[in-house]
């Protein structure tokens, strides 16, 4: 079987081993990929979205993995031409993509379906912004759009909600697009993933997310910098909950609204004094639960998806490891306001953990920096107190100059 996954962080290299270690032996193929990538699948090179296609088809491709969110909404959309080609896709097609690139198009789906969320209102200025609010903080801004996990602003007070509308109406950091101004939610977060085939569904390994730059869920949001992920991580009754309220609905509602889904859906929720509601759809894995998530599961997962993306359900190929997997992210220097590439990174032979390698290259010097997120250190363990010490002790022989990581992870919010 011939696959090929399309992405280039450290979510695509622990899909790509994952999918390699598959009992059928696949061969892998990425794109764009990353050199880390490279050392268990063969880059395709091409010059870009079309040629990548046409690629696949020339090369028999037997099935197409997304991995990050972009390719799903780029132009006609990664599922869309595959399935013009004949090729199957695991990840959905542009329509439903929405899910994650329009978080307007989620709200609307998640009240039309009764789906617990935050109340919000979407605007387009600042001043409609300045008017939903209504001097009612905390507040919550999301701009609608993608924005790599820095397009939300939870805001204490006033002085914060200006500074995210000047960036998002003045400055246009992310490009045009409206905001919404949601309800803020208190409690804790879980990161739910579905695999999810037409109108059926099989439920992951649940995972925690870190998404603040620092100790104590201080500072800025990042794409992640860090997660935990364990099937004991969550209760059977909460899952039950989850399932009920949110998962089951979400996959009828899809049925319903006429948007097919084959692939990967990520549920963000908040566990809130009046149950689990979303905060977030994202149509793939998350970065970086993927990471930890990944060395727990057992079976088949080329076979999965390969059969997923036919419409073929089968979750018996697939299963997770009792245990606790921890992940910590080394980011460089400056992220996420911006990043640094090129520095040397020390320690990589020393770790004894997995490695997976979000923004990285490889030169005449070694492995080199290259990106806002640099390196996921992965280590699981029978316990959580065996698999988080693990994988900071194995971190902390990681360096770079600048490097930063935060030292709770696997211990806040636990
Ligand atoms: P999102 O990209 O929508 O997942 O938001 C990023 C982060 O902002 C989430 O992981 C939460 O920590 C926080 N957040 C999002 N929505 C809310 C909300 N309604 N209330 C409180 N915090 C939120
Ligand atoms: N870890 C957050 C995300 O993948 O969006």
């Known amino acids: 079987m011939k696959i090929?996954?399309?992405?280039?962080?450290?979510?695509?290299?622990?899909?790509?081993?994952?999918?390699?270690?598959?009992?059928?032996?696949?061969?892998?193929?990425?794109?764009p990929g990353s050199d880390?990538?490279?050392?268990?699948?063969?880059?395709?090179?091409?010059?870009?979205?079309?040629?990548?296609?046409?690629?696949?088809?020339?090369?028999?491709v037997d099935l197409c993995v997304a991995g990050e969110e972009s390719y799903l909404v780029y132009g006609d959309g990664l599922a869309n031409r595959c399935a013009a080609v004949g090729i199957p896709c695991w990840g959905p097609r542009k329509e439903s993509a929405q899910l994650e690139a329009s978080k307007e198009f989620a709200k609307e789906f998640l009240?039309?379906?009764?789906?617990?969320t935050g109340l919000a209102t979407a605007v387009d200025s600042y001043e409609g912004a300045k008017a939903a609010?209504?001097?009612k903080y905390p507040t919550v801004l999301k701009f609608d759009g993608l924005a790599a996990g820095k397009g939300v602003a939870v805001c204490p007070d006033e002085a914060a909600a200006e500074e995210f509308l000047q960036e998002v109406f003045v400055q246009k950091r992310f490009g045009e697009g409206r905001v919404l101004v949601e309800e803020f939610l208190t409690g804790p977060e879980i990161s739910i993933f579905g695999a999810i085939c037409d109108d059926k569904y099989l439920i992951l390994?649940?995972?925690?997310?870190?998404?603040?730059?620092?100790?104590?869920?201080?500072?800025?949001?990042?794409?992640?910098?860090?997660?935990?992920?364990?099937?004991?991580?969550?209760?059977?009754?909460?899952?039950r909950e989850i399932e009920e309220k949110i998962v089951a609905p979400t996959v009828q509602g899809l049925q319903q609204d006429g948007l097919p889904y084959r692939g990967f859906l990520y549920f963000g929720l908040m566990l809130t004094p009046d149950g689990p509601k979303v905060i977030e759809y994202n149509c793939r894995f998350?970065?970086?639960e993927c990471e930890a998530v990944m060395p727990l599961l057992r079976g088949d997962l080329a076979g999965f998806c390969m059969a997923g993306a036919c419409g073929e359900f089968k979750p018996e190929l697939?299963?997770?490891?009792?245990?606790?997997?921890?992940?910590?992210?080394?980011?460089?220097?400056g992220y996420p306001a911006g990043s640094h590439s090129g520095d040397v990174i020390s320690g990589l032979d020393a770790c004894g953990a997995r490695v997976f390698h979000c923004g990285t290259k490889k030169t005449d010097a070694g492995w080199v920096s290259n990106g806002g997120r640099v390196l996921a250190i992965v280590a699981q363990g029978a316990t959580l107190d065996e698999a988080r010490t693990r994988a900071h002790a194995?971190?902390?022989?990681?360096?770079?100059?600048?490097?930063?990581?935060?030292?709770?992870?696997?211990?806040?919010n636990m």
Not at 5 to 31: F, N
Not at 37 to 59: P, Q, S
Not at 403 to 411: F, L, V
């Open 4 to 31: 090929a996954v399309i992405g280039k962080g450290g979510r695509e290299q622990a899909l790509v081993e994952t999918l390699a270690a598959s009992p059928g032996k696949p061969e892998i193929y990425t794109y």
């Open 394 to 412: 194995e971190a902390a022989k990681v360096d770079f100059p600048g490097s930063q990581r935060r030292s709770d992870i696997g211990y806040k």
């Open 318 to 333: 697939i299963s997770f490891d009792e245990g606790w997997s921890v992940c910590c992210i080394l980011a460089s220097a």
């Open 133 to 135: 609010i209504a001097g």
């Open 286 to 288: 998350g970065d970086p």
């Open 111 to 116: 009240m039309r379906h009764s789906i617990p």
């Open 205 to 239: 390994c649940p995972a925690r997310d870190y998404k603040r730059l620092q100790d104590g869920d201080a500072g800025p949001n990042t794409g992640g910098m860090g997660a935990v992920a364990s099937r004991r991580l969550a209760s059977p009754e909460l899952l």
């Open 36 to 60: 880390a990538i490279c050392l268990t699948a063969t880059k395709i090179e091409v010059a870009g979205f079309d040629e990548l296609i046409a690629w696949m088809v020339d090369n028999k």
